[in-house]
């Protein structure tokens, strides 16, 4: 696969999630958002397992001991994951399209210090400037004070946490050298399990809720969850790790788009311009360091 054609297969998985959001915003007529996030993850995790199936043909052993040495990882990264989309779809309820999208998109500038504080890796100064444009972007967003973010925000700003924590554990299952869709349907499994728990408990749960949001159960569940998490996985072998971030950053601008054309979202000049600020906020996190790297000729990626 050539780099231009991962880049732009990368670019369609960010616009996919970045439209996801509509359809998990949209999805709850009735449906609970643990039983939208368990129902989702089912689908997702029914696409990946003939795949996961595949790959332990293949490495047995191996798969074998991804479970008996690393089970404790696995476990506290499907919790950080779990927590994170619940937030996020609990947010959804009170929260725009636009505004989750950007405040989600947050944990592009948290994982290197989330990695800090949970491994204590090197953090370049760069990340406290963009914390600050990022918190400053928050204030513009929610339109000059932060008492105007609704709960739902807030959600979104916690999830964006939790994103970067489970980011930083599977970057440390992945260095390891574990079958990526073996770890994915391992994931997608506590997901559903986790989600349908909590909907049963908290919400209740009947088919009639789940053929009312079909349509987007499947989208979330098949096109973001399945396709474009394979799509991603697929062109990130050739795409360098700090350019694919700034790639799977523009979901938040779909987000937004499609917040705007399918839900009528809007924002006034200041909201646009917190915006701009957390995008920035984002590019000097992954763009910034990439860009003097290779200035420096120093290999990345």
Partial sequence: MQRLKADVLILFAAFIWGTAFVAQKTGMDGLGPFGFVGVRFCISLAFVLPLAFHSYKKRPVEIRSLFKTDF??????????FSGMALQQVGLLTSTVTNAGFLTGLYVVFVPLMAWLCFKTHVRPTLWVA???????????SGGTFSALVVGDWLMFFSALCFSLYIVLLGRIMLRGHSVMVVASFKYLLLAVFGLTCA?????????????????????????????????????KKTPASEAAVLYSTET????????????????????????????????VEAFPALYCKYRGVKVG
Avoid at 133 to 138: H, K, M, Q, S, V
């Fill in 253 to 284: 601008l779909f987000a937004a788009l499609a917040g705007a054309v399918l839900l009528g979202d809007t924002l006034p000049a200041l909201g646009w311009l917190g915006c701009g600020l957390i995008i920035c906020a984002m590019l000097m």
């Fill in 200 to 236: 049963f408990t908290f919400e209740g749960l009947g088919l009639q809720m789940v053929y009312d949001n079909l349509g987007q159960l499947l989208y979330t569940g098949v096109v973001s969850g399945g396709i474009a998490f394979t799509i991603a996985i697929a062109a990130q």
């Fill in 131 to 141: 914390c600050g444009l990022a918190i400053t972007g928050i204030w513009c967003l």
């Fill in 72 to 81: 404790n990882l696995l476990l506290a990264t499907g919790c950080a994951l």
